[in-house]
């Protein structure tokens, strides 16, 4: 009989691969058994619970970490947000930048402007991010090295917005943040590095084992053109605390050379593309980005927003050129994940991965759209026909619910968010949070896909609420098979990892109004509590 390295006994193991077990055996970093075996360790965990590590299919690991040291926007009005900033100004060091993120306009009932800024911290460049990343508000000082003081200028894909009289506002919306990013960027790697080690400690202490960081490398969303070498030395030092996978964003790809029989045309040099890497660190999907943010309302809609008619957000490049990257990305092999959150630019994805597929089949490439945010039935079915993964955000449901319920009417607030149409559809749900647009904690994402309850106690979306067991089961598997790495983590199952999570309940179990208040109480990754 085998000996392993430790047994954990005495637990509900929840395995989510067949009938539940008490003990856990572990030999390295992979289980060996769900039976009591010899083992040189044992720990008997009283009862607790036990389940597969989290796994968050779409975060933002290092802009998380990097906001630890950024000033605090999530508050209730635009009189604290200029009193945070003016409090920060005070404090800096001359010539600092006063860097905010994490501002809802929906909750502040309205955008902070560059007057209001100049107010709050004169003389300052001040540079504030929106929770959802997809606009920022700058004060006139760094409007005025951009060339924007006193007129605006057209930007593909995003919007320079104006008062109306002209004069910019200090609002950018979407592509339009590109513009200050030769003020800010890049990063250095020694603070990425610290910003990743800051976030992975945090993701332990949530339960989480496995994250995919949704973007690096390059647009409005990369932190450095090097963001990879970032990851990789976190790594060398000890700093990367959990399993990373990198979606590369489609600006870092360039056009290939290789031989004619290739049909490789698009990827990173010396054709690096999805999969490369290993069980702690690898290159995911790439990263495209179709449409805006429905909170911000610049998701590109089929109809009007319910609260800004004349609004029906817009794309993030020309349809074609889009259609072109998602094309020449699957012909070059690569994994595609699309962020697309309005229905019409749901649309324009499905249909360029259903003609991906037809000009340049492959098995199972098991492409996403990330958030699918505004889906009809219609849809929904297709995106099942093509075997395509839609990863949507249940922590969405409470923190700005209420902002999307007023975006989109009750009426068509039915599509918004979808979970139980998926897996009605056959469907393999993912979990992710889209951190740190909302607080990542996947249990507190579990919650709301179960309660469906906005953060002022409306329900949001009560029709499309998942059971206890079909959330856990997200974030978990779900978002497992969304990686493509079912076979090596996301149940309990002798020879995958030992990555667990310990927990003070189940939240398939218990009453699912207390989901958000069970512990996490030890994680492990890779068969060694962290």
């Known amino acids: ?73 999530k508050v209730g009005s635009l009189d604290q947000l200029y009193a945070r900033i003016r409090a920060r100004a005070q404090e800096a060091a001359e010539g600092e930048w006063i860097v905010g993120a994490g501002y809802d306009q929906n909750k502040t009932g309205g955008h902070p402007t560059r007057d209001g800024l100049d107010r709050a911290a004169p003389g300052r460049k001040v540079w504030l991010k929106h929770t959802s990343g997809h606009m920022c508000v700058v004060n006139t000082p760094v409007l005025r090295e951009l060339g924007l003081a006193n007129a605006a200028k057209d930007v593909e894909g995003g919007l320079v917005v104006t008062d109306e009289q002209g004069r910019p506002t200090g609002l950018l919306q979407e592509r339009a943040q590109q513009l200050v990013s030769p003020l800010v960027l890049p990063y250095s790697i020694d603070t990425l590095v610290a910003a990743i080690d800051i976030a992975g400690q945090h993701y332990l202490r949530e339960g989480i084992t496995s994250v995919v960081e949704a973007g690096i490398g390059g647009g409005w969303i990369g932190k450095s053109p090097i963001e990879f070498a970032a990851y990789q030395k976190a790594r060398d030092l000890g700093r990367l605390h959990v399993r990373v996978e990198l979606m590369v964003a489609i600006d870092a790809l360039h056009e ?63 349809a074609k050129i889009l259609v072109d990257q998602i094309v020449n990305a699957h012909r070059s092999g690569w994994r595609v994940a699309t962020h697309a959150v309005g229905d019409a630019a749901i ?40 075997n395509v993964v839609p990863v949507p955000q249940g922590r969405f449901v409470n923190e700005i619910g209420d902002g999307m319920l007023k975006a989109l009417g009750p009426d068509r607030a039915k599509g918004a968010y979808r979970h139980r ?87 398939a179990t218990v009453d699912p109004a207390a989901i958000k208040d069970i512990q996490v109480l030890r994680t492990m990754v890779g068969g060694v509590f962290r």
């Open 421 to 507: 149409s998926l897996l009605d559809a056959g469907i393999v749900v993912p979990g992710s949070s889209d951190r740190p647009v909302v607080n990542g904690a996947p249990l507190l994402g579990m919650h709301d896909m179960v309660n469906q309850i906005t953060a002022s106690g409306v329900p949001f979306n009560p029709g499309e609420a998942a059971t206890g067991l079909e959330a856990l089961r997200a974030f978990t598997y779900g978002s497992a098979y969304a990686s493509g790495q079912e076979d090596r983590k996301g149940t309990l199952t002798p020879g995958k990892l030992a990555d667990l999570v310990v927990l003070s309940g189940n939240p």
């Open 347 to 386: 649309d324009l994805v499905l249909d360029a991965y259903e003609a991906a597929a037809k000009r340049h089949p492959r098995t199972d490439p098991r492409h996403r759209i990330e958030h699918f945010g505004v889906a009809r039935p219609d849809q929904v079915a297709r995106a099942a026909e093509l």
């Open 1 to 73: 009989m085998i000996q392993a390295d430790l047994l954990l006994t005495n637990a509900e193991v929840v395995t989510l691969d067949g009938p539940d077990a008490r003990h856990v055996a572990i030999l390295g970093d992979r289980i060996v058994a769900l039976e009591e075996v010899p083992a040189r360790r044992t720990i008997d965990l009283g009862g607790a619970t036990v389940t597969p590590g989290f796994h968050d299919a779409h975060n933002h690991m290092a802009w998380y970490g990097l906001t630890q040291s950024e000033v605090d926007l």
């Open 256 to 318: 290939l050379t290789g031989h004619a029989d290739d049909d490789v045309v698009l990827g990173l040099d010396l054709g690096l593309r999805t999969g490369i890497g290993d069980d702690w660190l690898r290159i995911g999907p790439v990263k495209i980005f179709s449409d805006g943010s429905l909170i911000g309302r610049t998701a590109a809609m089929t109809q009007d927003f319910a609260d800004s008619p004349g609004n029906r957000g817009f794309l993030q490049n020309d």
